[in-house]
């Protein structure tokens, strides 16, 4: 066996929690529906159960968590669901950051920054800015993001440093490729929730997702809780993660 197989095959068999957990918070609409309220208190209901996640994973001692927020097809919505999910946005970047900096998160937005209003693009960056030392757990928001969007404005990325004589096509591999995406210097999702029974990426690191696990939960978003996110940890453990590996 090569080193780098031995490298790969030790790191298969679980048991270490997961470093990247990414999440697909769905089941806000369905909530409202649930309890006879709008789909605009869901959305609320929904950005409180953020919280949990955060909680849920500083206390299982996860380095990277990735909310998926507000997706590229999101845009196409009706413009008072969006209004309303943009206002919840900026109310959270207002309340929420102040916080996150004193808990020692670091906060990182991923997604197509141009397409959102200027006070909020401003908001992100000064979050970004303010908590760009911390350490503790790394929060990336998935906004206006779609994977899709991602790999092809990577391929522009590409194309056009080839084009200025930067690169030769022939050095585009894994390596270059990745740097060329949002997700530049982070590490891969471990783990992938969806939470409210859908069992689809909709458009989410699709790149990325290449080995993750993926865990499709019954719960919609706004009942999502800390426990919740300890036995969906629980439950990585157990998986055997090859690799392509021999088992
Ligand atoms: C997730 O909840 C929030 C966003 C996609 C912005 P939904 O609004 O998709 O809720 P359902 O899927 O209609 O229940
Ligand atoms: C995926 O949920 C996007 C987010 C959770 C932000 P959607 O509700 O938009 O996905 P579909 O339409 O059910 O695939
Ligand atoms: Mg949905």
Redesign the pocket.
């Known amino acids: 066996m090569s080193a780098e197989a031995a490298a790969v095959s030790t790191d298969t068999g679980g048991a270490s929690a997961p470093s990247h957990v990414a999440i ?4 806000n ?1 369905r909530w409202a529906q649930q309890h006879g309220v709008s789909r605009s208190k869901g959305h609320r209901k929904g950005a409180d159960a953020v919280r949990e996640a955060i909680e849920g994973a500083v206390e299982n001692g996860v380095e990277f968590l990735t909310l ?4 590229t ?2 845009w196409n ?1 009706p413009e008072d669901e969006v209004r309303d999910l943009m206002g919840l946005l900026r109310m959270y970047l207002k309340k929420e950051v102040r916080t996150l900096a004193k808990e020692g998160v670091r906060l990182q937005v991923i997604g197509r920054r141009d397409a959102l209003s200027d006070d909020i693009r401003q908001m992100i960056e000064d979050a970004e800015r303010r908590t760009e030392h911390n350490r503790r757990l790394t929060l990336i928001i ?1 906004l206006s ?1 779609g994977s899709r969007e991602e790999l092809t404005l990577a391929a522009q990325n590409l194309a056009q440093r080839v084009a200025a004589g930067e690169i030769n096509a022939s050095d585009i591999d894994e390596k270059t490729f990745s740097a060329a995406l949002y997700t530049n210097k982070l590490p891969d999702p471990d783990l992938i929730i ?1 939470t ?1 029974g ?1 069992q ?1 990426l ?3 690191l699709m790149w990325q997702a290449a080995y993750s696990e993926f865990l499709f939960l019954p719960t919609l ?1 706004p009942d999502f809780t800390r426990q919740i996110f300890a036995e969906a940890v629980e439950e990585f453990k157990n998986r055997d993660r090859r690799y392509g590996a021999r088992p």
């Open positions: 697909i918070m769905d089941g609409g998926y927020a507000f997706s097809e999101n919505r998935a993001y969806r409210s859908e689809r909709s458009n989410f978003w």
